[in-house]
Structures are given as structure tokens and as C-alpha cells.
């Protein structure tokens, strides 16, 4: 038998040959930048490919053919990318600057299309982000999308938004402007409508094999034992049945088609779409869904050890066909599931649902245990990698925390999530919230929680705390490490919009509440003090610029911070010289720290949000959810 180096090599020297078969030449600039990369990245690649492929017949095939691809690639690569990755190579902890300032919007409803977008580009320099995600955009049924996120075609852009050459010349825009391009990926998945999908579902067996499709429901009830249920409003369990009276897998809605990654020509027609992206000039792509990539039968099929090893290969073909390309894992699972995906070989960034969902249950109980409790246990990452810090996403609010971590405070968890929803959804007496219910589950009770931040927090009920409390929760995604991710329209308080009912295609997912048109009406308001807009804009404005002008909240080093006051959230945050205690009241009324918290602080500090001094050793008063960033006076 081979040893593994031996098998490296004998796989290498027939991965060579290919190329050269290829005509693709080492003789050049471009060939020996490549070769370069591929001498570096090559061997962890094989490994990965060889443990996931290696049993399979065409194992070795495929992997030339990624390479090949990999190399074509690298050479249509443009000169200002190949710059970039360049530059990117050596400073790879630029996206941990206390400069970052995410953003995230619908092309179609914040713009019309990429052209209109692209006039928005100055507003957003004047706001100070340095990173932009485009909600999906590619070419997706007209009806049957889930907002985009069934992909007819990663090649093509939706037709009502632009072309794929609209978008590249608005990633140069941006990148010209300091602002980085994001986009999903969306990679568990395709539409039924995708080329693939039509292939097979015309019975190729090619295709058919680049789906999880079974003749009978033998298998079907075999995997079904032991899956869960995701969206149980569209269709019981894990598969639909096609025309042809076969059973395909369908994770998500019954049009959205999983793909077999246990077959190796689907990781390379894959790999093929994600370096096509990189190359439109996308700086980091959102892996979507990425726990649900590998199925095993006798399993949950989330988070296998396979779904690690699957990024990992894509990332190593990346480094070596676009350096500079990250990865954004999205995986709204288990806490300790969530941070095994944050590794500089996997996803250096990743989305941070658990801060989330315990800064809205904070808000809701006024008790900070179990977002204490987060911030020691879950917060600290990787030095190498970045949470992104979110208030809201696109689609709900699901009350990620760990039932362990829950019980330690005597918190039940089935019950506590049965009481934010009710509070959420204005079930509950007392409620500011305006929330909407999203996939009620009348087996378990469970559903999750829609709407705008605004809504949310009290503002579209008049609440006379209600723009306080969106200034605390962004307070703690500007200041709790990493990048912080801004939904636009927040910054003028953007309300719930109830038009998505009249949608044939939105009526049924709710969801749409809280992806309203651009207003532009508070936008027009922004300057204007009297108004909600203006007065939240103006706050929002005042947390932006002082993050960027605090070194101190570069990075992710974080530490917890005693109150002694449950109803107050501490953590301290360092970096540049600058340490920064931040103190967040989650109450309705005024809080105290004591003096004796703040004996190891400087006796004399002031918050960089507002420029208030405090004289710490006498203790410290908040007002009803204020939040302060407190440093060193000088």
C-alpha cells in the first residue's frame, strides 16, 4: 500500500499532467503566481479530497479537473482582483480594524436595481461602512425564490436587478470606495428550476446524482427517523416527492433541492460557481445553511465532521485561485456547533446568533444572566477570526441559547422561548414589541420572531424607551468584538411594513414584514431632530464615529466585567493601548454599579459615545438602556 505521501505525490504528478494537457503554461507571471499557491496548498487539499472522495472511482479525475479549473480561473482573474489578494495576503487581519462597519439590503427594495445602488455608493461612505451585503440577487423562480434563496443559476443576476456586468462594475465602485462586496452562496442547495435540477429531473442520471433522489420511500423513511423538520408549513419532513414519483431531499421548501455532496463532481461544479464569483469582484461570501452539506443516515445531518472537511477543501481551492476570498459561515444551530465553524481554514468570520438573540431577551426579562453568561462562555474566538455582531437579519429572530446553559440559571428553556415569543409577538401584557410569528409549529409550540428593529423595540408602539433601547442593542453589536452589521433603514427607524400580504409570492412568509421598501421619507429626516428619524440617525451616527476613533474595540479580545447588578451588563474590551469597559442598563428605570466594582479601573474615565466623565470610584448610574463605552480620561 502507498503511504500518504506517496499518494500526494503520485496524485500531484498526475494533477500536473493535466494542466499541461491543458496548455495552461508555468512559464509566465500568472502560471508561476499560480504555481506558487498550488505548491503551498496543494498537499492539505489532496488530504481533505482524498478523505472525503477517496473511495469514490473518479476521485483522482475530479480533482484534476479542480485544478484545471482552479488555473483557468487564476487566469481570468482581473489585475485589480490579483492586486487585491496581494494586499490582502499581507495584512490578513484587516477586516478586525475598529474601523469595520458592516451594512446589509435588498438590491430591488432599498434601490430598484444595481444601477440605483450604485448612486447610494457616497451615502454610504458618508455612514462609514467598509462592508456590503447584497441579499441574494441571482437568478432565482420569479415566484417560488425564498427571497432569493432558491438559485436558478450562479452565473446570471436576476433580470429585474441588472446583469452580472452591473454587478462587477459595482464591486469595482465599492472597492474604489473602501467598501467590501458580500454576498450569499447559497450552497446546500439549488431551485428546481436550476439546470441541474431540470436534468435531473428529466431522469439524467448524471444530474440525478447531483441531488439526493431515491425511487422508493425506503430511504426517505430511513433518514426521515431521525431529521428534523424545517419549515413544517410547506411540507412534512425532509423530502418531497417528485412528478416522476421519485423522492428528492428538500432541507428547506419543497423547491429548493439539496445537493450530494458525497458525490465529488458536485464539490467541483460548486467550486467552479464560487470562483466565478470571486472573480465579479465579491470580497466574502455568506455560506449559507452550511450545517445541513452533508447527509448521514442514522443522524440529525447537521453539522457532520464531512460539513468541516467540505469547507476546508473549498477554502484551500480558494487560497489558491482567489486569495483573497472569505468565507461567512451562517449557522443557526447549537452554540457549540456555531463556533465550530469559525477557523481561518473554515470561516474566519462568522454571523454571532446567540449575542442576537440574548441582547432582544435581555431586553424582554430586563435581566442580563444569560447574555453574561454568553459573553464569558461563547463570545472569546479565534484571535485570526471575527463574529459579525447583528441586531436583526433578514429573516427571524430564534431563541438560539443552549438548554444547558439556561437550566444553570434555573431557566427552563422550552418555556423561556415559549415567553419571548409570546412577548415578541405582542401576546404577552405589557409588550412594546410588534413582532410577527414566522413558522409556527403546532406539534412543539415553537415558532420564530419577524420584524424591523424599530418594531421590535418599542418605537412603532410609541414607547418613550423604544429608541433608547436600539441604541443599547447596537451599543453592544459596535462593542462586543468583531464586526458590527448594520440593516439598512435601522439608522432612521424603519418600521414593520405589512404590504408583503398583498404578494401572491411573499403573502405566506412572514418574514417579508420585516424587508420593507427603502423609506424614503425617514431618510429625507434624517437631519431633522424632531423627528424619530433624525433623532436615531443622529445616535447611530454618534456610536459609528466612535468606534472608528476607539482602537480599543479593534479586534475580539473580550473579558467579563462584575455589575453586581443584574440588571446591567459588563465586559471589558483592549487592543491599541485603549481598554474599554462597557456598561449596558437593560432596565426601565436607573441602575447603579457600585464604587467597589471599579477598584482595578482608572478612578477617573469618560464614555466615548457621548464624552460624559465619571468619577468610577464613586460609582457609576445609568439611565433606563444606556449604554456607555468608559475609558481612560486623558
Given at each position: ?44 487539499l ?10 469514490h ?5 475530479q ?6 479549473l482552479?488555473?483557468?480561473?487564476w487566469?481570468d ?75 436558478s ?45 431540470q436534468?435531473a429531473?428529466?431522469?439524467d ?14 430511504m ?16 412534512p ?24 455532496y458525497s ?25 449559507d ?24 477543501a ?5 487560497r ?9 459561515s ?15 481554514a ?13 441582547s ?7 435581566k442580563?444572566?444569560l447574555?453574561?453568561?454568553a ?10 477570526c ?6 436583526r ?8 441559547f ?29 409588550s412594546f414589541?410588534?413582532?410577527?410569528p ?16 424599530a ?15 436600539m ?6 453589536a459596535?462593542?462586543a ?11 432612521v ?18 418574514r ?18 424632531d ?7 443622529a445616535?447611530?451616527?454618534q ?7 476607539a482602537?480599543?474595540?479593534a ?29 449596558a ?6 441602575q447603579?454599579v ?7 479601573m ?31 480620561s486623558?
Amino acid at each position: 500500500m502507498l503511504s500518504t505521501t506517496q499518494q500526494r505525490k503520485a496524485a500531484k504528478s498526475y494533477v500536473l499532467a493535466a494542466l499541461e494537457d491543458a496548455g495552461l503554461s508555468r512559464d509566465d507571471d500568472d502560471g508561476r503566481a499560480f504555481h506558487a499557491r498550488f505548491e503551498a496548498h496543494f498537499p492539505q487539499l489532496f488530504d481533505l479530497f482524498a478523505t472525503l472522495y477517496g473511495a469514490h472511482e473518479s476521485c483522482l479525475d475530479q480533482l484534476a479537473q479542480l485544478i484545471v479549473l482552479a488555473q483557468t480561473s487564476w487566469r481570468d482573474r482581473a489585475d485589480d482582483l490579483k492586486a487585491l489578494d496581494t494586499a490582502r495576503e499581507t495584512t490578513p487581519d484587516w477586516f478586525q480594524s475598529n474601523r469595520m462597519l458592516g451594512a446589509f439590503c435588498y438590491v430591488d427594495r432599498y434601490a430598484g436595481n444595481l444601477a440605483g445602488l450604485k448612486e447610494h455608493v457616497p451615502y454610504f461612505q458618508e455612514l462609514g461602512i467598509t462592508y456590503l451585503h447584497l441579499m441574494p440577487l441571482f437568478d432565482c423562480p420569479k415566484e417560488n425564490s425564498d427571497g432569493g434563496y432558491a438559485v436558478s443559476s450562479y452565473r446570471e443576476v436576476r433580470a429585474d436587478l441588472g446583469t452580472m456586468a452591473d454587478l462587477r462594475r459595482l464591486a469595482k465602485d465599492l472597492r474604489e470606495a473602501g467598501i467590501s462586496l458580500v454576498v450569499d452562496f447559497v450552497f446546500n442547495h439549488t431551485s428546481n428550476e436550476h439546470e441541474w435540477a431540470q436534468k435531473a429531473a428529466a431522469g439524467d442520471p448524471e444530474y440525478s446524482d447531483y441531488y439526493w433522489i431515491f425511487n422508493d420511500r425506503r430511504m426517505p423513511d430511513a433518514f426521515e427517523r431521525t431529521v428534523r423538520e424545517v419549515f413544517p408549513d410547506d411540507h412534512p419532513g425532509a423530502f418531497i416527492q417528485m412528478e416522476d414519483g421519485r423522492w428528492i431531499w428538500s432541507t428547506f421548501h419543497s423547491f429548493q433541492w439539496d445537493l450530494n455532496y458525497s458525490n465529488p463532481a458536485v464539490f467541483c461544479a460548486m467550486a467552479g460557481e464560487m470562483l466565478a464569483l470571486a472573480n465579479q469582484g465579491v470580497d466574502l461570501i455568506r455560506m449559507d445553511a452550511v450545517a445541513f452539506i452533508w447527509k448521514r443516515l442514522g443522524t440529525t445531518c447537521e453539522s457532520q465532521p464531512e460539513a468541516h472537511l467540505l469547507l476546508r477543501a473549498f477554502n484551500a481551492v480558494c487560497r489558491i485561485a482567489a486569495p483573497s476570498l472569505l468565507f461567512k459561515s451562517e449557522a443557526i444551530v447549537h452554540p457549540d456547533e456555531v463556533v465550530s465553524y469559525i477557523d481561518p481554514a473554515e470561516c474566519p468570520i462568522s454571523y454571532n446568533p446567540l449575542l442576537m438573540a440574548l441582547s432582544w431577551e435581555a431586553l424582554a426579562t430586563r435581566k442580563v444572566e444569560l447574555i453574561d453568561q454568553a459573553i464569558t462562555r461563547r463570545q472569546p474566538i479565534n484571535a485570526d477570526c471575527a463574529w459579525v455582531n447583528y441586531v436583526r437579519s433578514h429573516d427571524d429572530i430564534g431563541w438560539t441559547f443552549a438548554d444547558e446553559d439556561a437550566a444553570e440559571l434555573d431557566i427552563l428553556g422550552f418555556d423561556h422561548r415559549r415567553f419571548l415569543n409570546s412577548f415578541y409577538t405582542n401576546q404577552f401584557e405589557g409588550s412594546f414589541a410588534r413582532g410577527v410569528p414566522f413558522q409556527y409549529n403546532p406539534k412543539t409550540g415553537d415558532c420564530r420572531v419577524c420584524g424591523t428593529t424599530a418594531s421590535l423595540a418599542g418605537v412603532e408602539a410609541g414607547d418613550a424607551g423604544g429608541i433608547d433601547r436600539m441604541i443599547l442593542l447596537y451599543g453592544i453589536a459596535f462593542s462586543a468584538g468583531g464586526i458590527p452589521l448594520l440593516s439598512l433603514g435601522d439608522e432612521v427607524g424603519q418600521l414593520n411594513d405589512d404590504a408583503y400580504k398583498q404578494n401572491p409570492g411573499q403573502a405566506k412568509d412572514q418574514r417579508w414584514v420585516g424587508r420593507p421598501l427603502r423609506p424614503d421619507a425617514l431618510y429625507a429626516q434624517r437631519f431633522d431632530q424632531d423627528t424619530d428619524a433624525g433623532k436615531i440617525f443622529a445616535r447611530m451616527k454618534q456610536l459609528i464615529d466612535a468606534r472608528r476613533a476607539a482602537p480599543g474595540l479593534a479586534g475580539n479580545a473580550i473579558r467579563p466585567f462584575p455589575t453586581d447588578n443584574p440588571h446591567v451588563l459588563g465586559y471589558v474590551r483592549s487592543g491599541g493601548g485603549q481598554e474599554i469597559c462597557v456598561l449596558a442598563n437593560f432596565a426601565d428605570d436607573a441602575q447603579e454599579v457600585a464604587a467597589d466594582q471599579f477598584l482595578d479601573m482608572p478612578p477617573r474615565m469618560t464614555d466615548l459615545i457621548a464624552g460624559e466623565s465619571f468619577h468610577v470610584r464613586t460609582g457609576v448610574t445609568l439611565a433606563a438602556h444606556q449604554i456607555l463605552w468608559l475609558t481612560l480620561s486623558v
